[in-house]
T-cell receptor, first 111, second 115 residues
Framework: QKEVEQDPGPLSVPEGAIVSLNCTYS??????FMWYRQYSRKGPELLMY????GNKEDGRFTAQVDKSSKYISLFIRDSQPSDSATYLC???????????FGQGTRLTINP | DSGVTQTPKHLITATGQRVTLRCSPR?????VYWYQQSLDQGLQFLIQ???????AKGNILERFSAQQFPDLHSELNLSSLELGDSALYFC??????????????FGEGSWLTVV
């Protein structure tokens, strides 16, 4: 079993829809949670960062962490075609030297 | 632009050959990470260097090696290449050596095709 599970999709939604992306994990030591966005054949770029549990909002993006359920989510409101990309969750325990990434979910926003 | 520079962007080589991928981290970043991304395996951590010293090792094959030089640039050497080594290789950097507590920035990647 992988430490981090993420549905690879693909996920296709109409423009303006609310998108929900999720990851589950098995390592209860994870404390840092991140979402990266990766456009085709480009490097991942950090989108959202959360430490421990709770919610974080940045514009149209909201990240949620539920450590009791070992479940994290990324919500995209008013989705735009430019949001079409692969979204990777990543997480790390305190003091660890590496990030563990999910498989990535390929998202397409249709105009 | 993340500030992390990787060369070459694309590389095609034959099985059994050896290649070197180069990475220049962002200005001021001391830590360099190498990741491999393939369709079936996702983004896999290979190795991390901090200020010239190896800090952590992930799923790196014995045929692969890396180093970080005094000017902080890093090279990933891939030898005895196999078809299965075809992948996108990313370099990333951060100020400190803890990728959870510090934002890591990825380069554009080096696309390796082994034929």
């Amino acid at each position: 079993q992988k430490e981090v599970e993420q549905d690879p999709g693909p996920l296709s939604v109409p423009e303006g829809a609310i998108v929900s992306l999720n990851c589950t994990y098995s390592n209860s030591a994870f404390q840092y949670f991140m979402w990266y966005r990766q456009y085709s054949r480009k490097g991942p770029e950090l989108l959202m960062y959360t430490y421990s549990s709770g919610n974080k909002e940045d514009g149209r993006f909201t990240a949620q962490v539920d450590k009791s359920s070992k479940y994290i989510s990324l919500f995209i409101r008013d989705s735009q075609p430019s949001d079409s990309a692969t979204y990777l969750c990543a997480m790390s325990p305190e003091g660890a030297q590496k990030l563990v990434f999910g498989q990535g979910t390929r998202l397409t926003i249709n105009p | 632009d993340s500030g992390v520079t990787q060369t070459p962007k694309h590389l095609i080589t034959a099985t059994g050959q050896r290649v070197t991928l180069r990475c220049s981290p962002r200005s001021g970043d001391l830590s360099v990470y190498w990741y491999q991304q393939s369709l079936d395996q996702g983004l896999q951590f290979l190795i991390q260097y901090y200020n010239g010293e190896e800090r952590a090792k992930g799923n790196i094959l014995e045929r692969f090696s890396a180093q970080q030089f005094p000017d902080l640039h890093s090279e990933l050497n891939l030898s005895s290449l196999e078809l299965g080594d075809s992948a996108l290789y990313f370099c990333a950097s951060s100020v400190e050596g803890l990728p959870g507590a510090n934002t890591i920035y990825f380069g554009e990647g080096s696309w390796l095709t082994v034929v």
